[in-house]
């Protein structure tokens, strides 16, 4: 009976076991990192993207090549949610989180074809991943909020890599004067992020970028008898349809003479002219509305000289009262001064092919805009992916206030001190963490390949370089191919981003070291084939 086999799948499931299973599942991580390693660090490369309609993206922004990625293994789909999150939490990192996940388990692999098993294999890079963070925590620099060199550099960094690496200095101090705007005191200035909105304009270069005290909406006037540009502007943000009201009920209207017709289209216009007379009292120039506003309205507006926009979505809504410093009012009867808002100009305007409202000079805003200027549409999409990444960066660095030198230079010390650190672990996980110093080893390394540099001769260097503790932020700079102190040289980022790409590539290896056997149900196809 015990020689009988017992099947209990149903018939055409497919079943991959232990090591294959794992290899299945890495072979697929490291075949998704070879595709964007190559963009990594200022002389990476740019990947072309081309849509299932033609359309051509070229960028060597690596979140955004993983979004147009269409993958079917479970595995490498988790590996790009990772990177993903990275870019949403932080603004930047992706690649070097996909480099170094994949190699985590790349090197595990090696470690499992010696015959160690996973679980040894896991409990070390635990232990690592734990040992490294308190590094971070100890060696990264404290800044406030008012250092705005070590704000600039690290937004240039954060360009460096990009295409528009050659105006990164111009970018940077627009950048941190959007973010100054929008920042609060309560640590969160990451999540106010969207409260900059970027505008894309035609022009005759990037230089003629400007950052707006304002906001621009996509809207436009709603009557041609409006002004185009309103000064000095009290605005008036409601929620309420400015229309003759509709009962819910149907009703019967009795009329026996054509005065009784009259009376009841005096009555309608009555309920406008009520709606108007409180805008005049209060000296309103402007409305804003999140609904609907008639044509007869619009032109009883027009004539009194108030301009008006409406049916603004929530985030536009959001973005003016924060810009205007106004309160949104429901009931049009209550309306007081204490609830307006106020720019120095209101402007209507045509920006390449779309209407704009431009609420500008405002007192204090928290909502601003950066008007981006360029030749080609397609340079100013990558602009425009670029600064967001940017922004990210700044905001979070604000947030958390510590940061550490880049260029490979963080990498390289947590290499040193994890493999000193290895020696004071016993048995299998000894090797699980220095193959986990090894795969920090290569993000700088990467950075090194990319930039056409020898790369067994600079990473000796690298290592040499890190002699002592004061050595720490030796890093390789691959603008001038040099190795020295990449902190005072400006190459610095948020020390979170680290954390991140330690936290999420640990987690991830794993998770992915855990699985031993691969089950698919009939019809779905085997992940990865």
């Known amino acids: 009976m015990s020689n009988i086999p017992i099947i209990i799948l149903k018939e055409g499931t497919e079943e991959i076991q232990e090591n294959r299973a794992r290899k299945q599942n890495i072979n697929a991580m490291i075949a998704i990192t070879e595709l964007v390693k190559s963009t990594l660090g200022p002389k990476g490369m740019s990947k072309m993207l081309v849509d299932s309609l033609g359309d051509c993206t070229i960028t060597n922004d690596g979140a955004e090549i993983l979004k147009g990625l269409d993958i079917e293994n479970v595995a490498a789909n988790m590996m790009v949610n990772v990177a993903k999150s990275i870019d949403e939490d932080i603004g930047d990192g992706t690649t070097s989180a996909v480099i170094f996940s994949a190699k985590l388990l790349e090197n595990a692999l090696e470690l499992i074809d010696q015959s160690i098993h996973p679980k040894p294999i896991t409990h070390g890079y635990k232990l690592a991943a734990d040992k490294a963070l308190e590094i971070i925590k100890k060696i990264a620099v404290k800044i406030s909020t008012d250092d705005d060199v070590i704000l600039k550099n690290a937004a240039k960094t954060a360009m460096n890599s990009k295409n528009i690496g050659g105006l990164k200095d111009f970018f940077a101090d627009l950048t941190l004067k959007a973010v100054k705007h929008i920042m609060d005191d309560d640590g969160n200035t990451f999540s106010k992020v969207g409260n900059i909105k970027i505008v894309k304009a035609s022009g005759k270069s990037l230089k003629e970028s400007e950052l707006i005290n304002g906001v621009y909406i996509e809207k436009e006037k709603l009557n041609s008898g409006m002004p185009d540009v309103v000064k000095n502007a009290k605005i008036a943000v409601i929620r309420r349809k400015l229309d003759v009201v509709k009962t819910e009920f149907d009703a019967q209207i009795q009329i026996s003479s054509p005065a009784d017709i009259q009376g009841f289209l005096d009555q309608e216009e009555k309920i406008l002219r009520d709606y108007l007379k409180i805008f005049k009292d209060l000296g309103i120039s ?204 400006g190459i610095v980022e948020p020390a979170e981003l680290v954390n991140h790409i330690i936290k999420a590539g640990s987690e991830l290896a794993n998770l992915i070291l855990r699985v031993d056997r691969i089950i698919s149900a009939k019809g779905s196809g085997m992940p990865g084939m």
């Open 286 to 489: 402007m409305v804003v509305n999140s609904q609907d506003i008639s044509d007869k309205f619009s032109a009883f507006l027009a004539k009194e000289g108030i301009a008006a926009i409406k049916n603004l979505g929530d985030s536009d809504m959001k973005a003016v009262m924060k810009a205007i410093g106004a309160k949104r009012v429901d009931n049009i009867a209550s309306l007081s001064e204490t609830d307006l808002g106020f720019a120095e100009t209101v402007k209507f305007e045509k920006i390449g092919d779309n209407n704009y409202t431009l609420f500008s000079g405002c007192k204090n805003p928290k909502s601003v805009s950066i008007l981006l200027k360029g030749g080609l549409d397609k340079i100013l999409d990558t602009v425009e992916i670029t600064l967001n990444d940017v922004l990210s960066v700044i905001a979070k660095t604000i947030d958390t206030k510590t940061v550490v030198a880049g260029g490979g230079a963080v990498y390289m010390e947590l290499a040193k001190r994890l493999k000193t650190y290895s020696n004071e672990i016993s048995g299998k996980a000894q090797l699980a963490i220095t193959s986990f110093a090894l795969a920090l080893e290569e993000i700088p390394k990467t950075l090194i390949k990319n930039a056409g540099l020898e790369e067994i001769e600079k990473m000796t260097e690298l290592r040499a370089a890190h002699k002592t503790d004061e050595d720490k932020w030796m890093g390789i700079d691959t603008i001038t191919n040099t190795i020295g102190n990449n902190f005072e040289k």
